[in-house]
Structure formats: C-alpha cells, structure tokens
C-alpha cells in the first residue's frame, strides 16, 4: 500500500535556527497537503501544493513539491517557540495517507 | 456548525467494554474520516465516508470496530470489547468533498481521548 515517510521523527533546534522537514512517498502523488499540530492539540491545515516543482511560501515557511511529485519538504527560517508542534504532510490518493510527522522543539 | 464536533472528549473504560465516539462535522461536509493517533505517533487512517457511497474500511484494524454515518452528517464510531491497545486519541475530520484537484483541506475535531483500563 502507499507509504508517505517524513523525517527526522524528532528536531530540536535552537530558537533562531531554521529547521527542515522532508516527505517522500512510494509512490506518486495528486497534490500534497502540509498539517500543523500543537502539543494537546489537533492538526490544522497548512497549505497544499498540486503541481511539480511548485513552491509556496507563508512567511517564515517555505514549501516544495518534488518534480516527481513523490516528495516534499517545509523548511521553516529563523524558528521562534511558537513554531513548536507536529509537521505532517498528507499525501492524495484513496483517501489522505499522512506522514508520519516531524516533531519540532524549540529551545528559548 | 462552527467546526467539527467530537464528544465525549475523555472517555476512560474498562477493557471489555463497548464504547461509542461521536463526531459531528462541518454543515454541507460531504466527506468525514476517522483517525486513530497513540501518543507521540502519526495519524492511523480508520474510515472513510463520502456522501451515499459505501464506506472505506480498509484501515479498520479488526471487526470490533465499525462505524456508521446517518443521514449524511453525525457519525459514531464504535469500539466492542475495548482493549488495551485501543487507547488513544480517536480523531475526526471532514472536507467539502473528495474532490482531490481542489482546496479540499481537512477540518479535524478536537478528538476523543480513548484510556481503556
């Protein structure tokens, strides 16, 4: 079955430092959707990208699709502690097949 | 309504017990899913409605689980002889539709918290 991987599992970085999460799917995508949770909290959508290479920002976040379109990656810079939280990525087929997730800590 | 509407929100039984999660989704959603998330883990695709059309089930993970959708809108998912390893956090999420070349993004409840003793 489809397979959507995302690393590293786990980031600490210090406040100020950028920080990246990668995606990759066995196999190719429709369009790809990036989900934000806070601790205790449930995810909220970020953002989807539909066409290969595409790249979108949303201030300090950056957003890419593979030319495949069997990976993606968000790159935040200059991380602040509000950025804390799980980062999945949700890949289109039958139905959404989310990543495993990144979690980002920040340290002050 | 608002946004989507999970109850209960903390839900502690014993194991053997039946339990029912209800979810109710955005007004003129078509399309509701259920996810399971342990802790610390990712999201665990359960179940899949879109409008009249049959079910997902495929990631239903044994036949104690089932779930139903009535009339288009609320759904419960019920646990039979809840176990152990069925604690977690049981979330639900609607779009507008399936319609993957479009902005069709998910909405997800709060969740149910789900602690089998």
């Known amino acids: 079955g489809q397979q959507v991987m995302q690393i590293p599992q786990y980031q600490h970085v210090q406040e100020g430092e950028d920080f990246t999460t990668y995606c990759n799917s066995s196999t190719t995508l429709s369009n790809i959707q990036w989900y934000k949770q806070r601790p205790g909290g449930h995810p909220v959508f970020l953002i989807q990208?539909?066409?290969?290479?595409e790249v979108k920002k949303q201030k300090r976040l950056t957003f890419q699709f593979g030319e495949a379109k069997k990976n993606s990656s968000l790159h935040i810079t200059a991380t602040q502690t509000t950025d804390v939280g799980t980062y999945f990525c949700a890949g289109s087929g039958n139905q959404f097949y989310f990543g495993t997730g990144t979690s980002l800590t920040v340290i002050p | 309504g608002a946004g989507v509407s999970q109850s209960p929100s903390n839900k502690v039984t014993e194991k053997g017990k039946d339990v029912e999660l209800r979810c109710d989704p955005i007004s003129g959603h078509t399309a509701l899913y259920w996810y399971r998330q342990s802790l610390g883990q990712g999201l665990e695709f359960l179940i899949y409605f879109q409008g009249n059309s049959a079910p997902d089930k495929s990631g239903l993970p044994s036949d104690r689980f089932s779930a139903e959708r009535t009339g288009g809108s609320v759904s419960t998912l019920t646990i039979q002889r809840t176990q152990q390893e069925d604690s977690a956090v049981y979330l639900c999420a609607s779009s507008l539709s399936r319609q993957w070349a479009t902005n069709e993004k998910l909405f997800f409840g709060s969740g149910t918290q789900l602690s089998v003793l």
């Open positions: 990208l539909v066409k290969s290479g």
